[in-house]
Each structure stands twice: as structure tokens, then as C-alpha cells.
């Protein structure tokens, strides 16, 4: 889809700032497998709709993920402590897998 158009090279309508030059895109991977053609914001490497515009991404600290504290250190410690009891006791018991 490139065109060179009286010495302005254009990607789908979009100038580039010299001739030969191509635009930076934002080259995130689309839906379809793709990478995007947008270009990406001032000051960034992606496009509005894939984390250039400001204040996208999670906030710091984010405790949206912190719902039943499943992942939290103390009880993925605690199921790692209680699977292995419980290994080691069928073990003890002769069954070599559980």
C-alpha cells in the first residue's frame, strides 16, 4: 500500500517527514495476527489503542487482581507446605504416586 506521490512517501494517506523515509508504526499485534498500522503517540512506541495514550496500563499498586488472595505468597507457600505433607504421607503409606 505504499505510493510515492511527487517526491512524499505516503502509507495509506500518511506522510512521512522526508522521502524514502517509512513512518514509524505501532506494531503491536492485532486480533487477525497482524501488527498494527497506526502510527504510535508523540514521545511513544505504541498506539493510542495499544497502551500510548497516557495513563493507560494498571495503576501502581494495582489491587484489582487481589480478590480472594489466592496467589498471595503466604497461601501458595501454605499449599506447597500441605501437598508435600500429603505426599510424603502416601508415600509412607506405599503408593508411589498420588
Same mark, same amino acid.
Given at each position: ?9 505516503? @502509507?495509506?494517506?500518511?506522510? =512521512?517527514? =522526508?522521502?524514502?523515509? %517509512?513512518? !514509524?508504526?505501532?506494531?503491536?499485534? %492485532?486480533? *487477525?495476527?497482524?501488527?498494527? /498500522? &497506526?502510527?504510535?503517540? *508523540? ?7 495499544? +497502551?500510548?495514550? !497516557?495513563?493507560? +496500563?494498571?495503576? #501502581?499498586? &494495582? $489491587? *484489582?487482581?487481589?480478590? %480472594? +488472595?489466592?496467589? #498471595?505468597? $503466604?497461601? @501458595?507457600?501454605?499449599?506447597? $507446605?500441605? #501437598? ?11 503408593? #508411589? /504416586?498420588?
Amino acid at each position: 500500500m505504499c505510493s510515492e506521490d511527487h517526491g512524499v512517501v505516503t @502509507i495509506e494517506g500518511r506522510a =512521512s517527514e =522526508s522521502p524514502g523515509e %517509512t513512518p !514509524a508504526l505501532c506494531g503491536a499485534r %492485532t486480533r *487477525n495476527g497482524l501488527p498494527c /498500522r &497506526n502510527p504510535p503517540v *508523540n514521545g511513544k512506541r505504541r498506539c493510542r489503542m495499544h +497502551g500510548g495514550a !497516557a495513563g493507560s +496500563g494498571a495503576p #501502581k499498586g &494495582n $489491587q *484489582n487482581a487481589l480478590k %480472594t +488472595g489466592f496467589y #498471595k505468597r $503466604q497461601y @501458595i507457600d501454605l499449599r506447597r $507446605q500441605s #501437598k508435600r505433607a500429603m505426599r510424603e504421607a502416601l508415600m509412607s503409606l506405599g503408593r #508411589k /504416586r498420588w
